[in-house]
Each structure stands twice: as structure tokens, then as C-alpha cells.
């Protein structure tokens, strides 16, 4: 086993700009600390001593992540082509007035014919002529 260094008062590591100068020296101190523990202990572990300190997350731990269930990161709704799809909501809820993801993306051309018939007002036959001519892609 190494020896034990105590970091806080090792003078290279004393101020901002000698961590920098060091910074391979402390890296290497730090993998060799942490390379035989569960990052969840490294993050208990610090924080008890005031250290702010969080486990980088896997693409996976994002969806079983206590803090980011606690939030409601992900809403889960169903898309008509993917299934069922997680959608990132916002970091920040309003109390007042709480937000919500009610659709998935529309599908291609998913609203054509809202938009041309009703918004823009095309006829049945400028509609068919645009289909027929490609102008206007079936979602």
C-alpha cells in the first residue's frame, strides 16, 4: 500500500496556480485513490467531509439517477414510430405554473393537411395537384 499524502497541506498543491503546474502529479494521485472504489462511496465519502462532489453519469444511470427521478428529468411518452421514448424535460418547474410534454414530434407531413387546407386554405383539387406533382409530401 502507498503511502498516505495529505493533500491540503502539500505545497504543491497549496494554490490555484500550483495545482496547474502539479496537475499530472495530482491526477495521478487521484486515479490511484479512486481506482479501486464504487464511485457512489468516492461521492458519500466527500460529501461528508463538505466536498461537493456527484458521480459522473453512464447514458444508462441518466435514467435510474435518484436526483434526476426526483426532478422528473424524463417524461416517458409513446411515439408513433419509436414507441415508447423518454423526453428530456426541463431542469426548472414552475410551481405556479408547472409545464408538462404532451406530444412527441409530429411525424413528417403529420400535419399537412391542418396547414395547407386550414391555414393556408387550399382547395381539395390544389391539394391533390400538389400531392400528385410531389410538391407536398404524405407524412
Known amino acids: 500500500m502507498s503511502p498516505r499524502i495529505c493533500l491540503s497541506t502539500d505545497p504543491r498543491f497549496a494554490t490555484t496556480e500550483q495545482r496547474h503546474e502539479n496537475e499530472s502529479a495530482l491526477n495521478e494521485i487521484i486515479a490511484n485513490w479512486t481506482a479501486n472504489q464504487a464511485a ?44 415508447l421514448l423518454a423526453c428530456n424535460f426541463s431542469p426548472f418547474d414552475l410551481c405556479e405554473t408547472p409545464g408538462e410534454i404532451y406530444n412527441t414530434a409530429p411525424l413528417f407531413g403529420g400535419d399537412n393537411d391542418y396547414v395547407y387546407r386550414e391555414l393556408i386554405g387550399l382547395s381539395e383539387a390544389e391539394m391533390d395537384k400538389y400531392l400528385k406533382d410531389g410538391v407536398i409530401g404524405i407524412g
Open 40 to 83: 457512489l462511496s468516492v461521492t458519500i465519502l466527500l460529501q461528508d467531509k463538505g466536498i461537493c462532489a456527484y458521480p459522473v453519469n453512464t447514458v444508462a444511470d441518466v435514467f435510474t439517477d435518484p436526483q434526476l427521478q426526483e426532478l422528473g428529468t424524463w417524461r416517458w411518452r409513446r411515439h408513433a414510430e419509436i414507441g
